[in-house]
């Protein structure tokens, strides 16, 4: 079956109706930063990390749709440089401190910072003050490592019907809340099989006590590019390769 | 090339792991002594910079305020000045303070923590004054190279050195680049 085609760096993605630009790419083996696009999630649209020139104007690509004969432009060094901005913003804003951190190693963050040759904060830290929750037997909350991507968010309300995690506040006043009457994880619906629990890209929902079964070294964007770790991990998720 | 590289470092807040893994780089430090020498170091016992040193190292963040003086002394001192290491490019673990206020530190520390006999705040002149959070080098002086990592390892270093001898703009490969 034949299918309509954009142009991607010089390269004709094809693409199916109703696809956005991030799903033709992935399937098509073409990877595109991102940080708060899950293919298992409706795109969210707030990171920016996606961003690509659609003709010459900026759009996200985890919400734009392909269309025939659109030129769009990713891989350039302007709009990686933004991207690399745009993450040391995120370590700035938060405390990301990454050789005491879990998650090190399995941390999208951390990963894209790698892949776009990020070096250095760049950017005055806020260092916030934002509390720790451990008070779940089984599940960490660490707000200092939060980027609000809404995939807890997301996660709990589509798919484990339950309503946990909401964002409150605006701008640097962002914090990630709990929907419980004390506010806190344990008195929260959050059990460990949730897909809330599972779904933080970085080390801010953590499950207690597996932290180190992986040594620090010999994980996964240790041995490799989050290009081609998140090429493969997207690729299977259902509807994204074509036929 | 003529004259040797002058290579300066310093451990400002940090645990001199930095300067341990600069050392990990074993036989090739007998190497690395054919292009470069050492100027002020811990290494060398050096206490200051020479006028001109070709190429600063700094590890550590900055807590306090003697740090923010050597610091501007080796960026006075250096043409090219490196940031070493997670907490001299983000204040490392030690900014795990950074939320707390300063008196409640030294409290912990000094009178209610557990341990601690003969309780007092350390108050002689002598001492730096500590500066209420830990800070990144680069908030306060210009830095001209980054290397993360805790530590950044051998190779890394080397990779470095050895770039900047033979003129070339360095770069870290990235199964080099970690910041953990
Ligand atoms: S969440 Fe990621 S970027 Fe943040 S400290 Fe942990 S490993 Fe580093
Ligand atoms: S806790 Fe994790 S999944 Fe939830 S918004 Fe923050 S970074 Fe995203
Ligand atoms: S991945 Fe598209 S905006 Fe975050």
Redesign the interface.
Known sequence: MSHPTFNLDGQDIPFSEGQTLMEAATAAGVYIPHLCHNPEFTPHGSCKLCTVKVNGRNCSACTFPASAGQQVLSNTRELNDTRRALTQML?VEG???????EK??DCLL?AT???L?M????F??F???RAVDASHPDILLDRDRCIFCELCVRASRDMDGKNVFGIAGRGIHNQLVVNSPTGLLKDSELTVTDKAAQVCPVGAILIKRHGFETP?GQRTF?RQ?IGTEALAREQTAEGLTHD | MTEKLTVATTSLAGCFGCHMSFLDMDERLLELMTIARFDRSPLTDIKHCSERVDIGLVEGGLCNAENVHTLREFRRHCNILVAVGACAINGGLPALRNHIPLEECLREAYLDGIGVEQPGIPNDPELPLLLDQVHPIHEVVVVDYFLPGCPPSADVFWKFLTDLAAGREPSLPSPMLHYD
Do not use: M, V
Request: with cysteine; proline share 11%.
């Open positions: 370590f405390n990301h401190l990454c050789p005491g951190c090190s190693g951390q910072g790698y892949h040759g070096l250095n904060s760049r005055p830290h260092f916030p003050h620090i240790d590019d």
